[in-house]
């Protein structure tokens, strides 16, 4: 399979594969963005044997079933390609043209979307029939759940075979049409934007939020910290594909998300969200 997409989705969904039995070519657009990849999934893989998750035979034998590339012709052999690149509709419709001029004819052509509407990539290339979501969560790895996202030109073979591969990768599969948030967005997402409107509103602090959540209803995290994890320029990306897809009060992003976007406070990945982190 191939892969493009080098963040922190690509490179989970990368060892997932790898780990599964798959032989993965991961496409990064730079090479010392390739290259720091390759260590970092060199580096996940020494800490699973660190604790005991992994045996290093299986860690050596993943990392052979790994090639990463920077030429986007090296997918050609590919029999499904997932791409998981930024969160931006014209971007996506770009790369799917590229796709289906690179790969073969039968290769099945898949995105990560959370939000986007799967039909609107599928028309961008020769084989709409070969185009369908497969949606992985954040982090990879550690995330069950695998969203299978039909459009409306997808075939049942297609279907058929984005099933078999998630579940290969030892996740659990559910279908889903193509709709903006497809089942586990559109049912989390108001809840997370609405634990930003009580923050803006100073109904309670930040810590307060998250630590009724998880005393509360038992969650592994608080709304602000979940946002943070998935970033929140990602985060306001599918809110605001939702909005505009629903046009409901609840999917319209709290403005203070937009501030800290702006800001350049992303979450996790830029060192500070809701919350400050180490980089």
């Known amino acids: 399979m191939g892969i493009v997409g080098s963040g922190i989705m690509g490179a989970g ?20 963005s390739a290259d720091a990849l390759a260590a970092g999934l060199e580096k996940s893989l020494h800490r699973q044997v660190e604790k005991g998750k992994l045996d290093d035979a299986e860690r050596r034998a993943t990392l052979e079933r790994l090639r990463v590339v920077t030429d986007l012709g090296e997918l050609e052999a590919c029999d ?10 014209a971007t996506k419709q770009h790369l799917f043209t590229e796709l289906d001029r690179v790969c073969a ?26 185009v369908c979501g497969i949606h992985f969560f954040n982090p990879a790895p550690a995330m069950a759940l695998v969203e299978v996202v039909r459009a409306i030109t997808t075939s049942d073979e297609t279907v058929s075979a984005a099933r078999s591969f998630a579940e290969r990768c030892g996740k659990v599969v559910v279908d889903v049409r193509d709709q903006a948030g497809f089942i586990v967005n ?24 998250d630590a ?29 594909a939702l909005y505009a897809e629903f046009h409901d009060p609840n999917y319209a992003p709290a403005p203070l998300l937009r501030r800290l976007v702006s800001a350049e406070r992303c979450g996790r990945k830029s060192g500070a969200g809701f919350y400050e982190y180490r980089r």
Do not use: H, W
């Open 13 to 32: 969904v990368a060892e997932v594969a790898a780990k599964a039995g798959f032989e993965v070519v991961l496409r990064s657009r730079a090479q010392s």
């Open 80 to 89: 499904l390609v997932l791409e998981s690149v930024v969160e931006d509709l």
């Open 105 to 130: 004819d039968g290769a099945i052509l898949a995105t990560n979307t959370s939000t986007l509407p799967v039909v609107d990539l599928a028309m961008q290339t020769g084989r709409p029939d070969r």
């Open 186 to 209: 559109a049912l989390l997402f108001p809840y997370l934007n609405n634990a930003v409107k009580l923050l803006e509103g100073n109904v309670a602090t930040r810590d307060d939020i």
């Open 212 to 240: 009724a959540m998880k005393g509360g209803c038992n969650f592994p995290m608080g709304p602000l910290e979940l946002l943070d994890l998935v970033g929140l320029d990602t985060s306001l990306a599918i809110l605001e």
